[in-house]
């Protein structure tokens, strides 16, 4: 069973950036999924970036393709998503989720990942 733990969100004005991070634990798989969404209150959990582990295939949801990077840190067990130009509307929790498998190429479903972490802030001010 996985343990993720999410860090490094916080607050920035409009255009500015921010990176938060994901240390997935406990899952010794060579290949894996992990995939960070995004949750506003009254809305529905939106699937932002998702990256093959062992792969390195990534994916992006259109709201913030050219702005968001996905990458894995071998070293530290970890997956970043380094978020630039950031927009009021990118105001969320941020949460990361592992999957066995990566299994779509088209899209980032949140029934695709069975683990979740529990997910750090991100305030983008005007």
């Known amino acids: 069973r996985a343990h993720l733990v999410e860090s490094g969100g916080g607050s920035v004005q409009g255009g500015g950036s921010l990176k938060v991070s994901c240390v997935v634990s406990e899952y010794d798989y060579s290949e894996y999924c992990v995939g960070w969404f995004r949750q506003v209150p009254g809305k529905t959990r939106e699937g932002v970036a998702r990256?093959?582990?062992?792969?390195?295939?990534?994916l992006y949801a259109d709201s913030v393709k050219g702005r968001f990077t996905i990458s894995q840190d071998n070293l530290n067990n970890a997956v970043n998503l380094q978020m630039n130009n950031l927009k009021p509307e990118d105001t969320a929790l941020y949460v990361c989720a592992a999957a066995p498998y990566c299994y779509s190429e088209s899209s980032i479903d949140n029934g695709d990942f069975s683990y979740w972490g529990r997910g750090t802030q991100v305030t983008v001010s005007s």
């Open positions: 990256i093959y582990i062992g792969r390195g295939s990534t």
